[in-house]
C-alpha cells in the first residue's frame, strides 16, 4: 500500500518543522512538500497534489482561508486538516464552511492528529485520483457531524467533541447501541481514546452544555426540523447522540 503524501503549510520553518516530526519513519505519511506562506503554497501544492494538507489559519500572503478556498476552486481533491492557533468560533465555521475536512487547536497531539488522518483515509475507503472532485452531496460522514456540531456551538479543541463524533459514527454503523451507551458505546470510546467510561461521559455531557450554554437552542430545533427544546431544557447524552445518528441515517436513506 502506498504512503499517504503530506504537504504542510505552517506560518513559521519551526512551526512546519514540529508537523513534520510527527511522521518522521512512518510507514503510513510521507512528507512531499513545505511552505511558509499561502502564495508559495498553492503552486506547489497544485504540482505535488498531495492526499493531505495541514495548514495554518494564519499566514504571509494568501491566509489559511485564501488557501482552502482556492484548493476547492482548482477542484483538487485534497484531504485539508487545519491545525490553528487562532481558534476563533466565526474562523473555524468558515474553515469548515470553506471545505476543511476537520479542524484541531495548537497545542495538538501528535497520536489524534495521525489518528484523525487515518480515518479520513479510510472513509469510503480509497482518496479518488488526484485532480478528481466528489460532488458537493457526497461529502463524508465525518464532515457531515463536523458540521453539525459547529452550527450547535460544540467547539472543536474540547475532548468531548472528538467523544460526541465517535459515538454519532458508532451509532450511525449500530443504532441499537444507543440502548447499551454505558455500558458499550462510552467504555468503546475510551479504549480508543485511551481514557475511562466515565471520563468520556463526563467530556460529552460538557460538550453539550457548553452549546446550550451558548445559546444556540435554535440551531437544535432547526436540526430536528421541530421545536423540541426550550428554555434551559437540555437533552441527555444518549438523546442528542441518537437525534444526529438519526439525522445521518435519514439523510443516507
Not at 36 to 55: C, E, W, Y
Not at 222 to 244: D, M, Q, S
Amino acid at each position: 500500500m502506498r504512503k499517504k503524501s503530506v504537504f504542510i503549510l505552517q506560518d513559521t520553518k519551526e512551526g512546519v518543522d514540529k508537523v513534520a516530526e510527527c511522521f518522521a519513519n512512518s510507514d503510513e505519511f510521507e512528507i512531499v512538500g513545505t511552505a511558509v506562506d499561502g502564495i508559495n503554497a498553492i503552486s506547489m501544492i497544485s504540482d505535488k497534489k498531495p492526499d493531505f494538507l495541514i495548514t495554518e489559519l494564519v499566514l504571509a500572503g494568501y491566509d489559511g482561508l485564501c488557501v482552502i478556498e482556492k484548493i476547492r476552486e482548482f477542484k483538487l481533491n485534497i484531504r485539508i486538516i487545519v491545525l490553528s492557533a487562532l481558534c476563533r468560533e466565526e474562523v473555524i465555521t468558515k474553515a469548515i464552511a470553506l471545505g476543511a475536512d476537520y479542524f484541531m487547536a495548537k497545542p495538538f497531539s501528535e497520536k489524534v492528529l495521525k489518528d484523525r488522518m487515518k480515518e479520513l483515509s479510510l472513509d469510503k475507503q480509497e482518496l479518488k485520483p488526484a485532480g478528481f472532485m466528489a460532488p458537493l452531496h457526497k461529502i463524508s460522514l465525518e464532515e457531515k457531524i463536523s458540521k453539525i456540531f459547529i452550527n450547535v456551538g460544540i467547539p472543536p479543541h474540547i475532548k468531548g467533541y472528538s467523544f460526541l463524533r465517535e459515538g454519532v459514527k458508532m451509532a450511525v454503523e449500530d443504532p441499537d447501541i444507543i440502548n447499551n451507551i454505558t455500558k458499550k458505546l462510552y467504555p468503546m470510546i475510551g479504549e480508543k481514546y485511551s481514557t475511562t467510561a466515565s471520563k468520556v461521559e463526563r467530556a460529552i455531557r460538557h460538550a453539550i452544555e457548553v452549546a446550550w450554554n451558548r445559546g444556540r437552542i435554535e440551531n437544535i430545533n432547526n436540526l430536528l426540523g421541530v421545536r423540541a427544546y426550550v428554555g434551559a431544557e437540555k437533552p441527555t447524552n444518549g438523546e442528542f447522540i441518537a437525534l444526529v445518528a438519526d439525522k445521518m441515517l435519514l439523510e443516507k436513506a
